[in-house]
């Protein structure tokens, strides 16, 4: 995984936290590791020559991440 696919990743999860209403938004600890979560998947699937534009097809997987994130801490 280079600079630029941790940079795309970053501007994913930023971009989907703005999707979210206003109390519902993230924490930057959440999009941080919302973030990090995403970088695992993509790097586990790129085993699998699977990319972003892949990803794309099926599910909005920042949004996904974030919400992972923020389910885990809601059950803390």
Request: net charge negative; hydrophobic share 50%; no cysteine.
């Amino acid at each position: 995984m280079n600079q630029h696919d941790l940079n795309e990743i970053a501007r994913r999860v930023a971009s989907a936290a703005m999707e979210f209403a206003p109390g519902h938004q993230p924490t930057a600890a959440q999009a941080a590791d919302a973030a990090a979560v995403l970088r695992d998947m993509m790097q586990a699937a790129g085993v699998h020559s699977v990319t972003f534009a892949d990803f794309d097809g099926v599910a909005h997987f920042a949004r996904l991440a974030i919400q992972l994130v923020q389910s885990r801490d809601a059950s803390r």
